[in-house]
């Protein structure tokens, strides 16, 4: 297990275990509805899949048709979802597709995963067997990917990248190919961008023989990658950026951001443990090894970025947030190769003064190796406490799987109370909207123009220095319920009192299969009859 090279027949045992695993993830993601099963996705990704039915129905790629708004930020992602959807398959098990589709992914990531620390550091089995079962059963990494997010595919692309860059700079030779595997991540998310700079720098540097073709096709492409989006974007959406950039990154005071970004990654990183953290870094002591700088140069960059966007929505969770997860696989490397590195020099020292000669066997050293790699898998898992280890082990379900069978049920009530022509208010702008086939309005704004362009709510007192949370904090009661006038209102989001003025006079608020909803009261859409059968 741990001699100078991870076996074939070890690896494949952990990629199958991996496999299955992520079969039992999935499966209890799925809940059952009115006696159908479903398989639902985080509603983020919901809403990537509702573009991707308006795309694939023939509507264009939009959330509600004839309205085009880009409130997704993962193209290649939604247009893979686009193509799932063209299979005559129901909307309850499309989703399945898409996690199956994230699972493989995660398992193709272990094979470059093994090849990077193998490379990186020769002659560590070690290394390669540790890195290699973090980036499998790594909670964040996936929690994200197999509820529907790009996480996966982003990781795998960055793994990939990574790799490449390194091998050619070994073998002092240039290629294209890490350039055009980063480019695609640029059309997957534009802040794939992040990564792609940090290796582009780090080839440039390293690489002086050849640092002028990298500069040259490097941000040839990448200059390609984003002009061509742009000129797409201003054709299709009439705008220069997405919308989800106008809502989460304007109308918020910089440095308040900034601090929100600060105290997130501290809590990650004291979550972590700041001796592990830190332990990859010793490996700069280590100047013959230059290609470990890249790895860690990768996952600083993204610890960076999400510092500088001011973390996730959901941090709550705990781990690494998802522009954090996509450098970890590279962390884990980078981790396993300076743990080994240093508790090599540890043993070294201590066997020759002959303290502590029995650490020379093979077995004693084999038993530190197994109890360093067992803390090492619960320290990083206890993403938010102890705790977490019973999502890990599949005992308690993970991040948002219990609403998202909440927002089937509101869904498919929709689907019973309205007629296909009605209008929707929606807090979650995924689910709701794509089960219920329903034109949605979007109250917090990730799918409307105005809402992403209004100053966000900054809460007063000093909590507001960690206050951000981002694509939650824009909303206009005024605008969503009393100018536009929705058939239902599914949900209201902070300071409901503000819609009461809206609500009082025009909407009755009724309970349906234990479900508030407000029905407009002179709605054509609203299928009354239905509505008293489900009210009684």
């Not at 020099?345 to 002959?354: G, M």
């Not at 038993?367 to 005992?395: D, H, M, Q, W």
């Not at 209201?492 to 009461?500: F, I």
């Amino acid at each position: 297990m741990f001699g100078p090279k991870l076996s074939t027949r070890t690896f494949t045992l952990i990629a199958i275990v991996c496999a299955i695993y992520c079969i039992l993830f999935i499966y209890r993601t799925s809940f059952v509805v009115d006696g159908e099963r479903y398989f639902s996705l985080f509603d983020d990704a919901m809403i990537s899949m509702r573009y991707a039915k308006n795309l694939a129905s023939g509507a264009g790629l939009v959330w509600n048709p004839g309205e085009r708004v880009e409130g997704y930020t993962n193209l290649l992602w939604t247009l893979y979802m686009a193509l799932l959807h063209l299979l005559p398959i129901s909307a309850s098990k499309i989703s399945l597709l898409v996690q199956v589709s994230g699972a493989a992914l995660i398992v193709v990531n272990l094979l470059i995963v093994r090849k990077l620390a193998e490379m990186v550091f020769p002659g560590s089995g070690f290394t390669s067997f540790g890195a290699v079962l973090l980036a499998a059963f790594y909670l964040p990494l996936i929690g994200w990917t197999l509820q529907g997010m790009e996480v996966g595919l982003l990781a795998l692309i960055v793994t990939l990248a990574v790799y490449l860059t390194i091998r050619n700079t070994l073998r002092g030779k240039f290629s294209l190919l890490p350039y055009i595997v980063l480019t695609t991540g640029m059309f997957v998310r534009p802040d794939m961008g992040v990564p792609y700079l940090v290796i582009l720098i780090w080839a440039a540097i390293t690489d002086s023989k050849m640092r002028k073709r990298h500069l040259i096709w490097g941000l040839s492409l990448l200059a390609l990658a984003v002009v061509s989006q742009t000129i797409f974007r201003l054709l299709y959406y009439r705008d220069i950026l997405p919308n989800t950039y106008y809502l989460k990154l304007t109308g918020f005071p910089l440095i308040y951001r900034l601090t929100r970004g600060l105290y997130v990654s501290f809590v990650f990183i004291w979550r972590m443990g700041w001796i592990i953290f830190l332990i990859p870094f010793a490996i700069l002591m280590r100047p013959r090894n230059k290609p470990a700088t890249l790895l860690l140069a990768v996952f600083l960059g993204q610890l960076g970025y999400s510092i500088y966007v001011g973390g996730d929505a959901w941090e709550s969770w705990g781990g690494s947030n998802r522009y954090v997860a996509i450098a970890m696989p590279s962390f884990f490397v980078v981790f396993f190769g300076a743990l080994a590195w240093l508790g090599r020099l540890l043993k070294d020292n201590l066997v020759a003064k002959k303290e502590l000669s029995y650490l020379a066997l093979p077995e004693t050293e084999r038993r530190v190796k197994v109890v360093a790699l067992v803390l090492c898998f619960i320290s990083f898992n206890a993403i938010y406490g102890p705790a977490a280890l019973t999502e890990l082990l599949l005992l308690k379900k993970t991040l948002h799987i219990d609403k998202n069978e909440k927002m089937v049920e509101r869904a498919l009530v929709l689907t019973t109370i309205t007629d296909p022509e009605a209008r929707v208010a929606v807090v979650w702008d995924g689910a709701i909207p794509y089960f219920s086939g329903r034109r949605a309005i979007s109250i917090l704004g990730k799918n409307d123009r105005h809402i992403a362009r209004l100053k966000m709510r900054l809460p007063k007192g000093p909590g507001k220095v960690v206050a951000f949370y981002p694509g939650h904090l824009k909303w206009d009661y005024a605008y969503s319920i009393g100018r536009l006038r929705p058939d239902v209102v599914v949900h209201l989001w902070q300071a409901p009192e503000e819609a009461m003025p809206y609500l009082v006079s025009d909407y009755v608020e009724l309970s349906l299969k234990g479900m508030s909803f407000y029905l407009r009261k002179t709605s054509p859409h609203i299928l009354w009859d239905r509505v008293r059968q489900l009210a009684s």
